[in-house]
């Protein structure tokens, strides 16, 4: 699409606030998307619209919890209404409850579900109408490494691989009508998601970074800018023929 049709569709980004969606979000909105950044604080979400209207894009913070079904359809009808037809959909939300599986409770595990594996079932389902009806669209789904299993994170680990299955389904179900499905698998990315584990492991932030960009044979750790780089392929015309792939964006081979 060229911008100047880009500019008359909406692309949602879920978990838009910061981090990996609120660059995300950013770069959209400088391909010519009309974009909703969606996040469960609606007040949160504005600070990544006040950046994209500041580079000149258009933005619309938009508050809901993705898990919820009436929320989430609410959310969808509103930014049709105000920003156009979502035919970008950056399914991104998430929330970690990392524990060991003996210390893992029911509601660790039941919200990790509910956020990332319902959410993104909400929102597709939600989104899904107005790119059939456009016949075309595009789906990222965010995926992980952890997907290929992480120690004390039996809950995220599993939903991120879910993620995969839902993201090839969707390619199979929607590919007829113009609408790709593809995930992204980041490895280490510095975020404030990461910041939190390094202080919960109670290792200095610096420190983490440091050690973890050791092992990754490009030498140092992803930025959030990697991964909207990577969405903003996707959500491309020329990205039409590709769909069902996950990509693991890691700074070197996995999978």
Same mark, same amino acid.
């Given at each position: 699409?060229?911008?100047?049709?880009?500019?008359?569709?909406?692309? +949602?980004?879920?978990?838009?606030?910061?981090?990996?969606?609120?660059? #995300?979000?950013?770069?959209?909105?400088?391909?010519?998307?009309?974009?909703?950044?969606?996040? %469960?604080?609606?007040?949160?979400?504005?600070?990544?619209?006040?950046?994209?209207?500041?580079?000149?894009?258009?933005?619309?913070?938009?508050?809901?919890?993705?898990?919820?079904?009436?929320? /989430?359809?609410?959310?969808?009808?509103?930014?049709?209404?105000? =920003?156009?037809? @979502?035919?970008?959909?950056?399914?991104?939300?998430?929330?970690? *409850?990392?524990?060991? =599986?003996?210390?893992?409770?029911?509601?660790?595990?039941? +919200?990790?579900?509910?956020?990332? =594996?319902?959410?993104?079932? =909400?929102?597709?389902?939600?989104?899904?109408?107005?790119?059939?009806?456009?016949?075309?669209? *595009?789906? /990222?789904?965010?995926?992980?490494?952890?997907? %290929?299993?992480? *120690?004390?994170?039996?809950?995220?680990?599993?939903?991120?691989?879910?993620?995969?299955?839902?993201?090839? #389904?969707?390619? +199979?179900? %929607?590919?007829?009508?113009?609408?790709?499905?593809?995930?992204?698998?980041?490895?280490? &990315?510095? #975020?404030?998601?990461?910041?939190? #584990?390094?202080?919960?492991?109670? &290792?200095?932030?610096?420190?983490? &970074?440091?050690?973890?960009?050791?092992?990754?044979?490009?030498? *140092?750790?992803?930025? @959030?800018?990697?991964?909207?780089?990577?969405?903003?392929?996707?959500?491309?015309?020329?990205?039409?023929?590709?769909?069902?792939?996950? /990509?693991?964006?890691?700074?070197? @081979?996995?999978?």
């Amino acid at each position: 699409m060229s911008e100047a049709v880009n500019s008359t569709r909406a692309a +949602i980004v879920t978990g838009g606030a910061r981090g990996i969606g609120a660059a #995300t979000a950013q770069r959209l909105a400088k391909d010519g998307f009309a974009v909703a950044v969606l996040d %469960l604080d609606e007040a949160s979400a504005q600070g990544t619209v006040d950046a994209i209207q500041a580079a000149g894009g258009k933005g619309l913070a938009v508050g809901a919890d993705v898990s919820d079904a009436e929320q /989430v359809q609410g959310a969808v009808d509103r930014i049709a209404a105000e =920003l156009g037809a @979502p035919v970008v959909l950056v399914n991104n939300a998430g929330v970690l *409850r990392d524990n060991m =599986l003996f210390k893992m409770s029911d509601s660790d595990w039941d +919200i990790v579900m509910n956020v990332h =594996l319902r959410g993104a079932f =909400l929102m597709s389902r939600a989104a899904q109408k107005h790119m059939i009806e456009a016949k075309w669209g *595009r789906i /990222v789904n965010l995926s992980s490494t952890s997907a %290929l299993g992480n *120690r004390g994170q039996a809950n995220y680990s599993t939903a991120k691989a879910g993620l995969q299955g839902f993201t090839k #389904t969707l390619a +199979i179900e %929607l590919g007829k009508f113009g609408v790709t499905a593809n995930a992204i698998a980041p490895g280490f &990315i510095q #975020t404030e998601m990461t910041k939190a #584990t390094a202080d919960r492991m109670g &290792i200095p932030f610096d420190d983490f &970074i440091k050690g973890a960009g050791s092992q990754i044979p490009v030498q *140092r750790v992803g930025q @959030p800018e990697d991964i909207a780089h990577l969405v903003s392929f996707f959500a491309s015309e020329g990205a039409g023929f590709i769909s069902g792939q996950v /990509v693991y964006a890691a700074g070197g @081979p996995k999978g």
